[in-house]
């Protein structure tokens, strides 16, 4: 994993040094800048955006996926061997065996004992495993926590968060979803069971959809409570509905790092989002 200093904190570092030394660093430091610039228009022209947002002094890695110009999906297992991904690096190595560059990965929703979904997961417009509206049940942990929900884009490429209970009535065909909980925000309010000085800090992740053409991730570059992480979603991000994906273990992969928690935390995942480009190196 690879944690950089963020770009204010190269820049007062240079501004610390004596002017001499500045001078001798400007040309090389001028191509340094000029490449990651590059970088970050080259993952923006692929519909990728990613920023750094601080609420009450934690700060979060925030990536925003415009529908209309990049195919965001799910994925668990190779197809070909029925193996579970399990690892974002996996995903990305299976990408490159196959031509294409890996952009952005997260993992998805919260899943069991057997490292399967807990709830509702659909790829490539199939249902691998169904709606799951047990209510309560503390083997359940977070998903538990009522309401849960579900993220889905259906195959015209909108992209909704609703209540578990929204979707099952909505009757909705996605050709990607995934089931998770609790929901973070709910028609523009913070879950009621989120208490503002609740001591569970955990690193978190989650998802919304403020428009039906752009999804909005989110995670933690520390621990933070369900509050705060709400609040997130509702009042920097504006999203009206927000569904919380996992915790302790998330990470999002974009701009070639991973953000959120520390690498020996993370555990095998059941479905991560990506996003995969062709590879520049493909067909050579």
């Known amino acids: 994993m690879r944690y950089g200093l963020r770009p204010h904190d190269h820049s007062m570092m240079i501004a610390d040094m004596p ?5 001798l660093l400007a040309p ?3 191509l340094l ?3 990651s610039l590059l970088g970050a ?3 923006a022209s692929h519909g990728i955006a990613s920023h750094d947002v601080v609420l009450d002094n934690i700060h979060f890695r925030v990536v925003t996926i415009e529908l209309a110009r990049v195919d965001l999906g799910l994925h668990w297992r190779d197809p070909e061997t029925g193996q579970p991904f399990a690892s974002i690096h996996a995903l990305q190595a299976w990408g490159t065996a196959h031509g294409r560059t890996l952009l952005f990965a997260a993992n998805a929703g919260i899943y069991d004992a057997r490292n399967e979904p807990l709830g509702l997961y659909v790829e490539d ?3 691998i495993k169904t709606l799951n509206t047990a209510h ?4 359940a942990g977070n998903f538990s926590l009522l309401p849960n929900g579900v993220f889905a884009i259906d ?5 909704s968060v609703q209540t578990t209970a929204a979707y099952a009535a909505a009757h909705l065909q996605p050709r990607v979803a995934t089931q998770s909980g609790p929901m973070l925000v709910i028609g523009g309010k913070l879950n009621p069971e989120f208490d503002a000085a609740s001591d569970s800090m955990k690193w978190r992740s989650g998802v919304c ?3 039906p053409d752009t999804v909005v991730f989110a995670v933690s570059t520390g621990p933070v409570n369900f509050h705060t992480f709400a609040r997130l979603f509702r009042d920097k991000l504006g999203c009206r509905d927000a569904l919380y994906l996992d915790g302790t273990l998330s990470q999002i992969y974009v701009d070639g790092n991973y953000y959120g928690a520390p690498a020996f935390m993370v555990k095998p995942y059941a479905g991560m989002f990506a996003v995969f480009t062709p590879s520049t190196t493909a067909g050579h």
């Open 19 to 23: 002017v001499h030394r500045r001078r």
């Open 28 to 30: 090389g430091f001028a």
């Open 33 to 35: 800048l000029a490449l």
């Open 41 to 43: 228009c080259t993952q």
């Open 125 to 127: 417009g199939k249902a």
């Open 136 to 139: 309560g049940n503390p083997a």
């Open 155 to 159: 195959a015209n490429g909108h992209a």
């Open 209 to 211: 959809a403020p428009q």
